[in-house]
Structure formats: C-alpha cells, structure tokens
C-alpha cells in the first residue's frame, strides 16, 4: 500500500512539472521571404524580403504555433526534433501539420555570427517561408 501512494504522489508530481514547463512563447516578424520550386522542380531563389509585422505564437501547452498573418495559419506540432548547434547557427525544429492536413517542418534558427538574429522557417515539400522574428 505504502509503495503505491509512493507511485501515486510521483507521478501527480511529475504530471504537474510537465505542466509548469509548458509555456506560451511570443514572437514579432519584422520581414517575410518565399522560395518556391520551378515547374522542373529546381529551387528558386529567395524572394526579396518584404516588411510583414504579425506575431507568431508557439503554444507548448497545446503544441501548436499560430502564425497571426491575414489569414490565420495554425500548425499542429506532431514531434519535436532534436536542437541541432553548431558553430554558425542554433536550430529547433518541429514537425508539423497544417489547416489542411498538410505535413511541414517548421525552425527556429538563431544566427549566432549575425547577433542572434533569428528566423522563423515554415518549409513544405514545394515551399519555403522564412520570417524574420525577434521575442516581444
């Protein structure tokens, strides 16, 4: 009996730091930029960035980002990937679906050697979007 109270009490402890780590995370575009594929399939090049102040919001608690733009975008976080650091960049990255079912890869990228300046990349199979972000 004593041992499952013991188990009781560990895991409402456990359930209720998960929950605490759970935080809604803020951020400001200043700028968007597009790449999208030819009609043979090669990559174009980045557009020109164009001024585009929105918000975007990641939601760890109910695992989503919310892209505030015109249209209201909404990703659904399906895994977590794993931080990758090296000498120039650090990135988080999140497999995600979209409104329409569709399966993307979004990151986070801070530029270490361009004073921590970060970007916020949505990436589909025939689509690139990078936003330049800072925390609000």
């Known amino acids: 009996m004593k041992l499952f109270k013991y188990i009781f009490i560990l895991f409402f402890v456990s359930v209720g730091i998960q929950k605490t780590n759970a935080q809604t995370y803020t951020f400001r575009t200043s700028s968007l930029s597009i790449m999208d594929k030819t009609e043979k399939g090669a990559w174009n090049n980045w557009s020109e960035f164009k001024k585009a102040e929105i918000i975007i919001t990641l939601d760890a608690k109910k695992d989503r980002f919310v ?4 249209d209201i975008q909404l990703y659904r976080i399906e895994s977590y990937l794993q931080k990758v650091v090296d000498a120039d960049n650090e990135t988080l990255g999140f497999n995600c679906i979209d409104n329409d079912g569709a399966k ?3 990151m986070i990228v801070t530029r270490k050697k361009e004073n921590n300046r970060k970007q916020f990349y949505i990436i589909y199979p025939d689509l690139k979007m990078v936003y330049n972000i800072y925390k609000s």
């Open 67 to 70: 892209v505030n733009s015109k």
């Open 104 to 106: 993307c890869i979004i």
